[in-house]
């Protein structure tokens, strides 16, 4: 946990945002995997954690925005529990801990917010994205579970994510100890890079990395030759020569901030001609990227400069023809570039995507773009310092789209179709790194994991 001021202070912040009514906060329970007690590795709520940093099932707090009071609900264990938990901390201990002066048994929660009902006064709370908290909420308002989204406060919402996208010191310094596992995690998969071993084993293996540091993995990890899929968690693969190792995956620290790279490895560590073309062409736009991103431009006008990139790239090697700008502009780079160029990240991988993704990437100036591929940008809004922001742009040949496209000529003046079923079988490139905007440009958070054609070749089977 960070130290009590932290959470004193982020609550602070909060009620200078929203004077009115109150604010209820949902901690997350434990969650059942295949019987009752039998439960998924448990993972706090990320706003219940930035507000109120305890990391212990079944609680959940009030804060009043007029009167300042704050409150934690939660159970003391009774000694059956202890017998098989060992002591627990005591919710006044918690409260103590994070600076809530008031606690009590979780039933009084629902009192608490009958008594502000009653009062005329307003609830606010985060849209639910468990079926635990929309049942509680449902108890709690005496809505159906299917309709309490649909009273989650917007101001809230944009109040919260106003708060958590600006990172301080002490969750760079979080997110650079998930920077470094996840450093480890790459490194040691690409070393392991060689032709004959298992997709799964190298998964297997850098999945347990976070693990032996006692935190976890920030997304359950991507490790495939069909990098074409661009989420692929199928790892029953055997590594051929010839093909290339798709790896996404990153850590979360011991207080949950995220990390989340991705590279793409040659089987045993040398790339071919075609390869290294595709290749240099993502880690141009990678490049780009990061040479583009600071404060007061726009994530997405960052997104299209990474597109033009690879459209010029794909032009050059004869895949694209015609102009780049209206290539891009006619969206023809997403047959090869269908996803966004990021998102941000801090204590989710994909920070906050829960409050809703078009409050997080986007504001009133900066809208999303309704075109295949630039439409899956997750942040495109104007970038301001101390946010976290992942770049990660790729290349993919995928079969069933091109099909598609090809069909129904599809950007047909910007694609050569005939080039491009040479590299039916090519999979796809994807190249991850985690920037910090700072007050002139950003920085790459932790050290680089290779990512030149080089170092890639000096490091699979080292
Ligand atoms: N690293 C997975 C994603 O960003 O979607
Ligand atoms: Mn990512």
New binding site residues.
């Given amino acids: 946990m960070f130290k009590k001021e932290v959470y004193v202070r982020r609550r602070a912040d909060l009620k200078k945002l929203m004077t009115k009514g109150v604010g209820l906060f949902l901690g997350n329970v434990e969650s059942p995997m295949n019987y009752m007690d039998n439960t998924f590795h448990f993972r706090q709520d990320s706003s219940f954690l930035y507000f109120f940093g305890i990391d212990h099932p079944g609680l959940g707090a009030i804060i009043d925005f007029e009167s300042g009071e704050e409150f934690l609900f939660g159970n003391d264990v009774e000694i059956e529990d202890i017998i098989w938990m060992g002591v627990q901390p005591k919710l006044v201990d918690k409260a103590e801990k994070i600076g809530v002066a008031n606690s009590a048994p979780f039933n009084k929660l629902f009192d608490k917010v009958k008594e502000v009902v009653a009062q005329g006064r307003k609830v606010h709370y985060l849209p639910p994205y468990r079926g635990e908290s929309k049942i509680i909420l449902s108890e709690v308002f005496g809505l159906h579970p299917s309709r309490v989204n649909e009273y989650r406060s917007l101001e809230l919402v944009k109040a919260v994510i106003k708060l958590r996208e600006v990172k301080d010191a002490f969750e760079i310094a979080e997110i650079e100890k998930a920077c470094a596992i996840g450093y480890e995690m790459h490194v040691t998969g690409m070393k392991m890079a060689l032709a004959g071993e298992s997709e799964q084993k190298i998964a297997g293996t850098i999945e347990a990395i976070p693990l032996k540091y006692g935190g976890h993995y920030s997304f359950p990890v991507i490790l495939t030759q069909n990098g074409q899929t661009l989420h692929n968690h199928d790892h029953s693969g055997i590594l051929k020569e010839g093909k290339l190792m798709l790896t996404?995956c990153?850590a979360e620290s011991l207080m949950h901030y995220a990390s989340?790279f991705?590279r793409t490895t040659p089987i045993n560590g040398t790339f071919t001609q075609k390869q290294k073309e595709i290749y240099q062409i993502v880690l141009d736009a990678n490049n780009a990227a990061t040479a583009a991103s600071k404060p007061g431009i726009t994530y997405q006008s960052v997104h299209l400069l990474a597109a033009k990139v690879i459209a010029s790239g794909l032009k050059d090697l004869g895949l694209m023809k015609g102009d780049v700008d209206a290539a891009v502009k006619a969206g023809a780079h997403a047959m090869f570039f269908p996803h966004g160029l990021?998102?941000q990240?801090g204590l989710d991988?994909?920070d906050m995507e829960d409050l809703g993704q078009i409050y997080v990437g986007y504001d009133d100036v900066t809208r999303p773009i309704d075109q295949f591929g630039t439409a899956y940008l997750r942040l495109g809004k104007e970038l301001k310092e101390g946010y976290v922001i992942?770049n990660?742009p790729g290349i993919y040949f995928i079969p069933a789209l091109i099909d598609k496209w090809q069909a129904e000529k599809i950007n047909n003046d910007f694609i050569n179709f005939d080039k491009v079923n040479e590299y039916r079988d090519f999979g796809g490139i994807r190249l991850?790194d985690d920037l910090l905007i700072t007050n002139n440009g950003c920085k790459l958070i932790g050290d680089r994991i290779p990512i030149t054609i080089a170092e890639i070749e000096n490091t699979v089977g080292k």
């Fill in positions: 996404d990153g989340d991705t990021g998102h990240m991988v994909h992942t990660e991850e």
